[in-house]
């Protein structure tokens, strides 16, 4: 149920669980199918269930800086380095299997672009799929320029291979005039009335308090304070207490808790689109009457710019995308990462992964970039009123720096610390250069150049390397996939939770989010948090 502070405060619960967002709504719904169960959710957000901001697919153009619908899965080999790093278990079967669990896909239909392969999809999930009702001409003109380009077309990018171009799919419920699925709808609306499971809103999760005694030398988990309308309360845990407030929150929690990486970058390249393109682009939201005009025709249930989606993507080896350089700059890496070892300055735990990108880096099959086509103008100049744009998002998959996350304060409502260490390592700014050149060789290669009037940003500008390398560094952007704050490693390895997702040394207190993740993956993180949610959830229920 929605629950008022007085339901809450000072209560007992079984579990509770921070944060009501991706990964804790699919555990806390699991957790309650147990009516023996009561669950505690404490969001820090307001409801905002009928927000068309959420709700509708356009409205990505407009609020841009939150990879909310991509619908996408990490490569095999990916998954399958986790038991690498210690932690058994977590292998691609186990992630192929949660991966399907989760989804609900409904198959493109005939007069859409490449309609996937089936085999790898989930079909009775709660997480409504699909590919979008409508897909812009000019993808279609990236994707098969890609493939004059040496990248193979996958029908099946979800079956652990993503190497290559696709259409991908999106969070979308199809029969809802394809509206957004996410977990307030998939997990939240159908156990809201349910007694055993309460959700608190614009409740702040502060603190884990631990009982006096311990439980074979464990601290056990039995409070946690939370800030609602600017007060502290407590509300109290008879089992366990999971946290699950994000990549960024989760830390900053548990570090004020007495318990003691940030995303990778990405660069846009924008072109003018030629004005005989005959497909509409996000531009055209900005202007009022338009936009309004599309949300009349969304309620009739008619064809609309909502319906778009971002349907074209691209992940490529180092090999494809900088061809002439790959090999000087994967020399380069591996170098500097063996300087770093003989000097005495890696971690164990950083060595390992790094020795892991280093692999990954070497493997011709294996992504490093990530090119996303958005029909819109997402970069630094001011576009032109009427002109309809194009940008290609070019972002790093596999950073070798190294960002941190603390807490600021004792104060929770103090944002946390965040130092990303942005190109820390060289060869980061390296990889993001040779992507903007490959989108210009890509934007000189047909049918492609068709549709492109000319480059906006960086422009003819921006030449050299080092002019590149300046452009990026002034306007690279975060991908909000933001992990490993408190990576799941051994302990000796510096880890925070095992595999098991329990924080070392406590007997009840687990961490269940993207910050529990200990690498970069090739692939957007939303599939991702709903399996560490699952996951957390049946390792719960088996624990007792």
């Known amino acids: 149920m929605s629950a008022k502070l007085s339901d809450v405060v000072d209560k007992s619960f079984d579990y509770v669980v921070i944060g009501g967002g991706t990964a804790g709504l699919t555990l806390a719904a699991r957790l309650a199918e147990d009516p023996q169960r009561s669950v505690l959710v404490l969001e820090a957000g307001e409801p905002n269930l009928d927000d068309p901001k959420i709700l509708l697919g356009a409205s990505y153009g407009l609020t841009f800086g939150d990879q909310k619908y991509d619908w996408q ?52 999930g709660p997480i409504k799929t699909t590919i979008a009702h409508t897909t812009h001409l000019i993808n279609k003109m990236f994707l098969e320029t890609l493939q004059k380009m040496g990248a193979p077309l996958l029908k099946d990018p979800y079956g652990g291979n993503n190497t290559g171009c696709w259409t991908g799919a999106s969070s979308m419920n199809r029969a809802a005039d394809y509206t957004r699925s996410y977990a307030a709808t998939a997990h939240y609306l159908p156990n809201k009335d349910k007694p055993n499971f309460t959700v608190l809103t614009e409740a702040v999760g502060a603190r884990v308090l631990f009982s006096d005694e311990t439980v074979g030398g464990e601290v056990v988990a039995d409070r946690v304070v939370f800030i609602y309308g600017g007060t502290e309360y407590i509300v109290h845990a008879r089992k366990e207490v999971i946290c699950a407030a994000g990549a960024v929150k989760s830390p900053q929690i548990i570090e004020l808790s007495g318990i003691g990486r940030p995303g990778p970058f990405f660069i846009n390249v924008s072109f003018e689109l030629d004005p005989k393109m005959e497909h509409q682009t996000f531009d055209l939201l900005r202007d009022a009457g338009f936009m309004k005009e599309q949300a009349r025709l969304q309620g009739l249930g008619m064809e609309n710019l909502h319906r778009y989606a971002i349907g074209a993507f691209a992940y490529l080896p180092l090999s494809l995308v900088a061809s002439s350089d790959a090999r000087s700059i994967g020399e380069g890496v591996a170098a500097l990462v063996q300087e770093q070892k003989k000097g005495g300055g890696l971690p164990p735990a950083l060595a390992e992964q790094y020795d892991v990108q280093l692999r990954i880096l070497e493997d011709k099959s ?15 100049s001011t576009p032109e009123a009427g002109k309809r744009y194009l940008t290609v998002m070019c972002m790093q998959q596999h950073p070798f720096s190294r960002g941190s996350i603390h807490a600021h304060s004792g104060d929770p409502l103090d944002h946390p610390d965040i130092d990303p260490r942005v190109f820390e390592n060289p060869y980061d700014l390296d990889i993001l250069v040779q992507s903007i050149k490959f989108v210009r060789k890509l934007a000189q290669t047909e049918p492609f150049k068709s549709g492109v009037v000319r480059e906006v940003d960086p422009g003819p500008k921006c030449v050299t390397d080092q002019e590149l390398k300046e452009y990026v ?43 529990v993740v200990p690498l970069h993956i090739a692939a957007h993180t939303q599939t991702l948090a709903y399996v560490i949610g699952e996951k957390a959830a049946d390792i719960i229920k088996t624990s007792g």
């Not at 380095?81 to 292998?91: D, H, M, S, V």
């Not at 306007?475 to 000796?492: D, K, N, Q, V, Y």
């Open 73 to 124: 899965r990490a490569r095999r080999e990916f998954c399958d380095e986790f038991p690498c790093l210690g932690n058994p278990g977590w292998n691609w079967d186990m992630f192929k299997e949660y991966f399907k669990r989760i989804e609900h896909f409904t198959a493109a239909s005939d007069n859409q672009l490449f309609p996937h392969t089936s085999e790898c999809r989930g079909v009775s």
């Open 473 to 515: 560094k002034n306007f690279c952007h975060t991908s909000w996939h933001a992990i490993g704050g408190l990576s799941m490693l051994p302990r000796e390895k510096h880890g925070v939770v095992d595999p098991a997702l329990k924080v070392y040394g406590t007997r009840n207190l687990r961490v269940a989010d993207l910050s």
């Open 366 to 380: 294996q992504p490093d970039v990530e090119l996303i086509a958005f029909p819109g103008f997402l970069t630094s």
